[in-house]
């Protein structure tokens, strides 16, 4: 279970709400660890495409996942010293991710792992379930949302950075062609309405599971920030991470 004694603020909501840009800027402000517990699915569907485990091999997807030991360095992230970025941000890997999550086997296969990131001085943690099922003790639970047209033109954006990054660091060959044309099949506006339909599927998914839905926690503090910026809703939350009493000297 979780262990209490460390602190740990919960940032869950849907898709391209923004959720990982401000718990990774919580994690640098309050010097926390972060936990990406949405990369832990990606690098599920992954491995599972590299070793041919089929998307209906309940048994074999939650194997693999007991198995996931995966690090994270800046932007990158490695599985058995293999580094799987930028597939694991690729959408067909997003959208895989979502239906491997579906299965409760491969959820309580990540419980531990989730938990264990758990370290002081603490931990934010970014997800679906962080405040009702993996850090139900958490002190600060934020729920972030934005309209599905702003959250697709973000998603649309990091795309973009993505694959101007890859061509940047990896050149434009081979397998890196094929990535950089699924990363800029989204530059059009007929590519960013399928992105938000993308988008909405992959949230009704996820909001319609039995295990573990998309869904705020009972305390959690809800925030559209639809129309906010990223500076105005990290100074929002680090006010009621002061507000809760729990680390006033730090901010
Ligand atoms: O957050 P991210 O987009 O990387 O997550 C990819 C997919 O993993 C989500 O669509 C969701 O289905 C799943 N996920 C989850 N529970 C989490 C984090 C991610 O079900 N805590």
């Known amino acids: 279970m979780t262990d209490s004694r460390v602190k740990v603020i919960c940032v869950d909501g849907p898709s391209g ?7 990774r800027n919580l994690a640098e402000k309050l010097g926390y660890w ?3 517990s949405g990369a832990l699915y990606r690098i599920v569907a992954v491995v599972a495409k590299q070793r041919d485990i089929a ?3 309940v048994e074999g997807l ?4 007991g198995n996931i030991r995966a690090l994270f360095k800046g932007d990158k992230v490695f599985h058995e010293g293999k580094d799987l ?3 694991i941000r690729l959408e067909t ?4 991710a979502s239906r491997i999550a579906a299965y409760p086997e491969v959820r309580e296969a990540l419980e531990g792992t989730q938990r264990a990131y758990a370290e002081e001085p603490g931990l934010i943690a970014d997800g679906r379930d962080m405040g009702t099922q993996i850090f139900p003790d958490a002190p600060l639970k934020i729920f972030l949302t934005a309209s599905a047209e702003e959250r697709a033109l973000r998603r649309m954006k990091q795309l973009n950075e993505l694959a101007e990054k890859n061509g940047e660091v990896d050149g434009q060959t081979g397998d890196n062609q094929l990535k950089n044309k699924d990363l800029n099949h989204f530059k059009s506006s007929d590519s960013l309405r399928a992105l938000v339909k993308d988008i909405q599927a992959r949230d009704e998914r996820d909001r319609n599971r039995e295990t573990s839905p998309l869904r705020p926690a009972e305390d959690a503090v809800e925030i559209d920030c639809t129309s906010m910026s990223i500076d105005e809703v990290l100074d929002q939350v680090l006010l009621l991470w002061n507000k809760s009493g729990e680390v006033a000297s730090e901010v």
């Open 17 to 23: 709400s923004g959720k990982g840009t401000l718990a």
């Open 34 to 36: 972060y936990l990406d």
């Open 55 to 57: 998307l209906d091999d």
């Open 62 to 65: 939650a194997k693999l996942a």
């Open 85 to 87: 970025s930028p597939e």
């Open 93 to 96: 890997t997003a959208e895989m």
